[in-house]
């Protein structure tokens, strides 16, 4: 039986490295540039409403408050409480946020009610446009996965041609 040559596969990985880096470049570069959005999103004021450090102590409000005052403040995409995309609530802080489509974001005081902060919400945009979600669930799947297996693979296989590169002839 004949023995395979250690280097034909060195070779071989050589050649499937240097192909499949172009492949993962673009999903890789959207990655890149999002996550470092991401990490400066509270210097970058423009991207979320400023956080506002306090409400009132405590939480008075019920649900149907909540939409009555996310209505009054957006009429136009607040009709019910299945309007509303996501509602966090902070009793330390006395602050309600109300997160609704179109990246639109509100801050309630907790206790009386008043509308402390409203605005656009782009960080959750980053977000989507980061981990695929923005286009569809395919995308996440059938691109964003295998460029993240496939970085994997040229991680180790790096590597391995670093460390092959050392005893070569």
């Known amino acids: 039986m004949e023995e395979k040559d250690p280097w034909s596969i060195i070779l071989f990985i050589r050649h499937l490295h240097g192909w499949l880096a172009p492949v993962v470049a673009l999903p890789l570069l ?14 970058l004021i423009f991207l979320q409403p400023h956080s506002c450090q306090r409400g009132s102590p405590g939480f008075s409000l019920n649900l149907e408050q909540i939409v009555t005052i996310s209505r009054g403040y957006y009429p136009a995409l607040v009709s019910s409480v299945t309007d509303i995309e996501e509602i966090r609530i902070s009793p330390r802080k006395g602050i309600t946020k109300v997160r609704l489509p179109g990246y639109l974001e509100l801050q ?16 959750s945009l980053i977000l989507a446009l980061h981990e695929g979600s923005f286009f569809s669930p395919w995308v996440v799947y059938g691109v964003y996965l295998p460029t993240g297996l496939i970085l994997l693979f040229l991680l180790l296989s790096g590597v391995i041609i670093y460390f092959s590169r050392r005893g070569s002839p």
């Not at 959207?30 to 210097?43: A, C, D, E, P, Y």
């Open 108 to 123: 309630i005081d907790s206790h009386s009610g008043a509308v402390l902060a409203a605005g656009k919400r782009w960080s």
């Open 30 to 43: 959207v990655v890149i540039v999002t996550g470092l959005v991401m990490l400066l999103r509270h210097q």
